[in-house]
């Protein structure tokens, strides 16, 4: 279990940390960069991590088969270790389904999950993870598709960004131990940013629903109560906004 690959800059640690899979790496292979040239989001999103500021890491993780059949799961894994590193900081942090962790309304982190498979088996689940430690990790507000903040900005001083990434290892060793158990579901949605509000949920095709964001399904699926009825809507490329967002 472990490896670590540390990278002055690179393209994308996920990047690295699929080809890693593709070759030999172990579970809990790690891929850390102090900068990235070409850092995704989700749905094509473009994650921007400048040198000596940010935490932007990726994991490989090797699941077992029930872990296998909580894949879905694997976003709310990250978004949940990275709320806790948040809190041990002194900050509370809300997680905006699926992926982004939230403090003081503002983004500071942001999951990527990509799942390698071989037919049907699921070789490898690739956890990426980007943290706003430093004040210049934020992008200037014009790239901003949410707003965003960083550990310093909402701390006040300076953070150790190895701090941040030890004890936000931690936290995912800790919740993949009960990655299949009742209570990550309900410590997720404990989290949950617009709890029992409207939003607005929005596929990378279009489709648009609106509705009050009532929980999490078994599968990590958020549970929506539309005008008409109560839908479960997958993460897959979806986004979700408070219905008063004006950017919606
Ligand atoms: C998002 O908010 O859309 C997800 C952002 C994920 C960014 C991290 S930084 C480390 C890893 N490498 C990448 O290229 N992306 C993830």
Request: with cysteine.
């Given at each position: 279990m472990g490896g670590l690959r540390f990278f002055e800059?690179?393209?994308?640690t996920n990047d690295e940390a699929e080809a890693w899979a593709a070759d030999d790496a172990p579970d809990f292979a790690l891929v850390v960069a102090d900068?990235?040239?070409?850092g995704r989001g989700r749905s094509g999103a473009k994650w921007f991590t400048p040198r000596g500021s940010a935490l932007a890491f990726s994991l490989v993780l090797r699941p077992s088969e029930s872990e296998a059949e909580h894949v879905g799961r694997m976003v709310g894994l990250g978004a949940l270790a990275v709320a806790e590193a948040c809190e041990r900081s002194g900050l509370h942090a809300e997680i905006k389904w699926p992926n982004d962790v939230l403090v003081s309304g503002r983004k500071l982190a942001g999951i990527l999950v990509e799942s390698v498979w071989l037919g049907e088996r699921l070789e490898a689940t690739i956890l990426g993870i980007g943290i706003n430690v430093l004040e210049d990790s934020v992008p200037p507000a014009k790239a901003l598709a949410y707003p965003a903040t960083s550990l310093q900005t909402e701390l006040g001083h300076p953070v150790n960004r190895l701090d941040i990434l030890g004890q936000t290892l931690s936290s995912v060793l800790g919740w993949r131990q009960r990655l299949a158990e009742g209570e990550f579901i309900r410590e997720w949605e404990a989290r949950?940013?617009?709890?029992?509000k409207e939003v607005v949920t929005k596929a990378s095709e279009g489709q648009i629903l609106r509705g009050i964001l009532l929980g999490l399904e078994a599968d990590g699926s958020a549970r929506l109560q539309t005008n008409h009825k109560t839908v479960a809507v997958r993460a897959g490329e979806m986004t979700l906004r408070p219905a008063d967002d004006r950017m919606v």
């Amino acid at each position: 279990m472990g490896g670590l690959r540390f990278f002055e800059r690179i393209g994308s640690t996920n990047d690295e940390a699929e080809a890693w899979a593709a070759d030999d790496a172990p579970d809990f292979a790690l891929v850390v960069a102090d900068e990235q040239t070409s850092g995704r989001g989700r749905s094509g999103a473009k994650w921007f991590t400048p040198r000596g500021s940010a935490l932007a890491f990726s994991l490989v993780l090797r699941p077992s088969e029930s872990e296998a059949e909580h894949v879905g799961r694997m976003v709310g894994l990250g978004a949940l270790a990275v709320a806790e590193a948040c809190e041990r900081s002194g900050l509370h942090a809300e997680i905006k389904w699926p992926n982004d962790v939230l403090v003081s309304g503002r983004k500071l982190a942001g999951i990527l999950v990509e799942s390698v498979w071989l037919g049907e088996r699921l070789e490898a689940t690739i956890l990426g993870i980007g943290i706003n430690v430093l004040e210049d990790s934020v992008p200037p507000a014009k790239a901003l598709a949410y707003p965003a903040t960083s550990l310093q900005t909402e701390l006040g001083h300076p953070v150790n960004r190895l701090d941040i990434l030890g004890q936000t290892l931690s936290s995912v060793l800790g919740w993949r131990q009960r990655l299949a158990e009742g209570e990550f579901i309900r410590e997720w949605e404990a989290r949950l940013a617009f709890r029992g509000k409207e939003v607005v949920t929005k596929a990378s095709e279009g489709q648009i629903l609106r509705g009050i964001l009532l929980g999490l399904e078994a599968d990590g699926s958020a549970r929506l109560q539309t005008n008409h009825k109560t839908v479960a809507v997958r993460a897959g490329e979806m986004t979700l906004r408070p219905a008063d967002d004006r950017m919606v």
